[in-house]
């Protein structure tokens, strides 16, 4: 039986044009740098692993990929609807 794991994605705004997206509650059961790596490829674009004190693993992807995300964790059955909840502008 899987446990449900609440996810969080964020946009943060880098500079003028430029955002990041991150993905927090990553379990531990999952393959962080696999997943990352399914990321970078599917969504085009770089990304990294960052270890928060408070918050644990992050995935930082560059751009905004918000819904991209909630629409792959949902198709790959890492997590269903109503445990990922986005935010942002």
Known sequence: MQTVQ????????RSS???????QGIPAT????NLLKMFRKSFACNGSIVDDE????VI?????HRQKIFDFLVEQKLSSKESIKIHGF
């Not at 999952?30 to 740098?33: A, M, N």
């Not at 408070?54 to 693993?57: I, V």
């Open 6 to 13: 609440n996810y969080d994605i964020r946009i943060q705004q």
């Open 17 to 23: 044009k430029k955002t990041i997206t991150s993905v």
């Open 30 to 33: 999952v393959d962080q740098k």
């Open 54 to 57: 408070k918050l644990g693993p």
């Open 60 to 64: 930082q992807l560059q751009g905004d």
